[in-house]
């Protein structure tokens, strides 16, 4: 996959079998929709100069890739999933699309919190954001990709107080949610951590009503 201006192809994936996805989240609408997002951004990211990119969740690993071909290797690409085969199969996506990512299994940002304290430019999570039942969610890897339990929050609520110690001074946020998500309460939500709320981008997508927002620090 090669850059052509301002544009971001989707990653080839062809390596993911059918056995893969039986136990990994097949890229989808809403995998596309954050790459949209990041293309419409593109810019902004650029003028950032990111030097480490951070997906937490990376399932199949098509965001942090297609990020990883426009940015190219001077930027460095780590990515968590709680699922080992994700992880894998992140790496596998990315050395098809000569991306070099560095991926961890781990519960959000555990371990990687520490290490990388202040020095992520780009932090994207598009996380189980389906209103399920909490005891739906973790339940097993496939659930793990969907059930969000109350609002589809519970999850994404855990990664928001880790945002700030994460991202460098310059740093931007990207998340995927759902309009029943609530994402005027999310940008509140962060708001108390010092950050301001874009909308990047938002489509609807059968039954489901998709945005991609942006948190840069307030200034
Ligand atoms: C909606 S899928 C998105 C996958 C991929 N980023 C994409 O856009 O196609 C959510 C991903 O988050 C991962 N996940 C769920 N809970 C997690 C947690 N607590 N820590 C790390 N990853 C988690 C799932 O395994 C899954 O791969």
């Not at 850059?3 to 059918?18: A, L, R």
């Not at 990041?38 to 937490?56: A, G």
């Not at 990709?145 to 929050?153: I, N, P, Q, V, Y």
Request: with cysteine; charged share 25%.
């Amino acid at each position: 996959m090669e850059e052509s201006g301002n544009k971001i192809k989707t990653p080839v994936f062809s390596n993911i079998t059918s056995e893969d996805l039986e136990h990994i989240y097949e890229p989808a609408e809403d995998s596309f929709l954050l790459i949209d997002a990041l293309e419409k951004d593109l810019h902004l990211i650029r003028e950032r100069k990111p030097s480490l990119c951070l997906e937490v969740g990376s399932g199949s690993g098509v965001v942090i890739t297609a990020l990883g071909t426009v940015l190219g290797p001077s930027c460095v690409y780590m990515s968590t999933d709680i699922n080992p085969r994700a992880c894998h199969t992140t790496r596998e996506v990315g050395r098809l699309n000569g991306v070099d990512i560095e991926a961890v299994c781990t519960d959000l940002v555990s371990g990687v919190i520490d290490k990388d304290v202040g020095s992520v430019d780009i932090l994207l999570f598009n996380p189980p954001y389906v209103v399920t039942p909490s005891d739906e969610v973790g339940r097993g890897n496939l659930e793990h990709t969907w059930a969000g339990g109350e609002h589809g929050r519970e999850v994404m609520d855990r990664l928001f107080p880790s945002v700030d110690s994460l991202l460098s001074p310059q740093g931007l946020f990207y998340l995927l949610v759902l309009k029943e998500n609530d994402p005027a309460d999310i940008e509140l939500v962060m708001a108390k951590f010092g950050y301001s709320c874009s909308c990047v981008i938002t489509r609807r997508t059968g039954p489901e009503n998709l945005s991609v927002l942006r948190f840069s620090r307030q200034r």
